[in-house]
């Protein structure tokens, strides 16, 4: 089988390969070059010492190496993509589109095509149900990543390897430190990649500016202070305020008045609810109820966190419908609803969140 793997120099990725070589695999490695370009040049990730980890793992395990770049398509793709969703006062979530549009998307596109499958690092696996591919869990609940991959699409799972998604975190690491892999003890990534080092309020400052406006008490309608721009805040949001007599939580955001509510965190309602509508819902593999009719019992999260919520799903309209089992906190617009099966093994698919009714 013709594999490529796609290592950042990561723990992760690297045992990625030591997986593929024990499996009796050969497979080439691929770099991806992701961070952006714009007219005024380059706000990029630290490559240097990435690609240098990289070109040693492949030199350990005698596997060809490619150095390719998708900037273009990254700010096409996913940073504008960002930019937007932050004007519009949405919470975007860059990690779901770079998966599916630039590592599962530009990369099959230009050089994965030539491959029978794609392997990342990815706390994610792929089951086999019925002749079909659905992705499924990782075993390790904390670093499960099926949130971030839930926008992709069959033909892109039925490509895609996990090899460490059978494995915990503290596995991982013990064979990159047997193997001596140079990745074995580095950190794990946080946050957006194309940022690098640069602070993320910098970064939308940069594209978008400052807009002072209004914070308010959205019981009282009391003005407790000012923010430099809606853009820097979302929904749920705690930290940055710099409000005393808290803790303030922003509840909701008015982008053509530019002001800010926020709530001090006593009165559950204003910031807990049960009911989240998803615009734009697909089906990663197939709808697996058939017709779907009524409302169906699953398991879901709103967020990147190791716990699911019990809820049911049911399509009103264009609207797939999430009624939750207990009150969740910061349901944002913009960010994605992933679906589960009842036992949250299979993900099932996911749609933006949206306060249309």
Not at 216 to 237: D, P
Not at 249 to 278: A, C, M, W
Request: proline share 4%; aromatic share 12%; glycine share 10%.
């Amino acid at each position: 089988m013709n594999i490529a793997a796609l290592v950042s120099g990561g723990v992760d990725s690297s045992v990625v390969v030591h997986q593929l070589k024990e499996q009796g695999y050969d497979p080439t490695i691929f770099y991806i070059r992701i961070g952006m370009e714009d007219k005024d040049g380059y706000i990029d990730c630290p490559a240097e010492e990435d690609i240098e980890i990289t070109t040693f793992i492949a030199r350990k395990y005698g596997c060809k190496m490619e150095v390719v770049s998708l900037h273009e398509e990254y700010w096409e793709h996913v940073v504008s993509y960002t930019i937007d969703a932050v004007k519009r006062g949405l919470t975007p979530n860059p990690d779901m589109m770079c998966n599916k549009l630039i590592k599962f998307g530009c990369f099959n596109d230009k050089w994965g095509k030539d491959f029978d499958k794609i392997a990342t690092g990815h706390y994610a696996t792929t089951t086999e149900l019925n002749g079909k591919t659905w992705l499924s869990t990782a075993k390790d609940p904390v670093k499960d990543q099926t949130d971030f991959l839930a926008q992709v699409t069959y033909l892109q799972v039925a490509k895609l390897m996990f090899p460490i998604g059978h494995m915990m975190k503290r596995e991982v690491r013990a064979i990159a430190a047997q193997q001596q892999l140079p990745s074995a003890t580095r950190k794990d990534s946080q946050g957006i990649c194309f940022l690098g080092k640069i602070n993320y309020n910098d970064f939308i400052k940069r594209y978008l500016g400052e807009r002072p406006g209004k914070i308010i008490e959205l019981e009282t309608g009391k003005v407790l202070g000012q923010h430099r721009g809606y853009w820097f805040h979302t929904i749920g949001q705690r930290k940055g305020l710099y409000l005393s007599g808290g803790p303030w939580f922003v509840i909701q955001k008015d982008i053509h008045r530019n002001i800010i509510y926020v709530s001090n965190g006593y009165d559950p309602e204003t910031q807990y609810g049960k009911v989240i509508n998803l615009h734009g819902f697909d089906f990663i593999t197939e709808d697996p109820w058939g017709d779907f009719e009524g409302k169906k019992e699953i398991t879901f999260k709103i967020r990147h966190t190791p716990e699911f919520t019990k809820g049911t799903v049911e399509k009103i309209g264009g609207i797939y419908r999430i009624s939750s089992e207990n009150k969740i906190q910061g349901i944002a617009p913009g960010q994605y609803g992933v679906i589960y099966d009842k036992e949250a093994h299979l993900c099932l698919g996911s749609g933006m969140i949206t306060e249309e009714e």
